[in-house]
């Protein structure tokens, strides 16, 4: 229920967004009382607005359009959680990774709860929490990855995977040859501290 009113209000804004060309034109607001005092006299604007991101010379500024709501009685502007959901999009969008919904979509595509699609995947459940809900960005590398396990084919990998590594007997021999390449790495690691560099002539 609460995603369906969700989208119905999403829709009002894109609607709105088409509409006007105008950036502060007034409408009346869908349901929205004053946090402060409870008023449904509330209106609703859409604002247009370089969103600033970073710090010094590596700031970078997104346009987006949110909206902001008026509250005559108290004479407050303020914003809520769907301007703060258009913006946090709007920076998925800027570093090109995927947005909470894409993210969920991933999981619900396996029907799985946040819980067993962290155990399956390695992902920090309390991460896996964060992206879904707008608190925080995946790196790249998790953006990545997420990308990849919406293919079934590698997701059934995946799953295929942990499935055996619950299953084995960690004492058998048999079961460190997952870690081998591991082992190859370190050899390597020792190798390479023999290498020094030398000025070229
Ligand atoms: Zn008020």
């Known amino acids: 229920m609460v995603e369906v009113s969700i989208t119905m209000i999403q829709l009002q804004i894109t609607e709105q967004q088409t509409n006007m060309k105008n950036n502060s034109n007034i409408v009346s607001s869908p349901k929205e009382t004053c946090p402060l005092c409870g008023s449904e006299q509330v209106t609703r604007k859409i604002h247009g607005y370089d969103m600033e991101y970073g710090s010094g010379e590596e700031i970078a500024k997104i346009w987006v359009k949110i909206p902001l709501y008026n509250c005559p009685q108290c004479k407050i502007e303020y914003k809520n959680w769907e301007a703060e959901e258009i913006e946090h999009n709007a920076l998925c969008k ?12 991933i999981r619900e ?12 995947t390695g992902i920090g459940e309390a991460s896996l929490s964060r992206w879904e809900k707008s608190l925080n960005i995946q790196n790249i590398a998790n953006d990545r990855y997420l990308r990849l396990l919406r293919n079934p084919e590698i997701f059934k990998e995946l799953q295929s995977i942990v499935h055996v590594l619950e299953l084995s007997d960690l004492d058998s021999d048999e079961n460190i040859i997952p870690f081998r390449h591991i082992q190859q790495r370190r050899d390597l690691g020792s190798t390479h501290t023999k290498f020094e560099l030398r000025k070229a002539i």
């Open 94 to 105: 800027h570093f090109g990774v995927l947005n909470p919904d894409e993210i969920k979509q």
């Open 109 to 120: 595509k396996y029907q799985m709860k946040r819980n067993a699609f962290a155990q399956l």
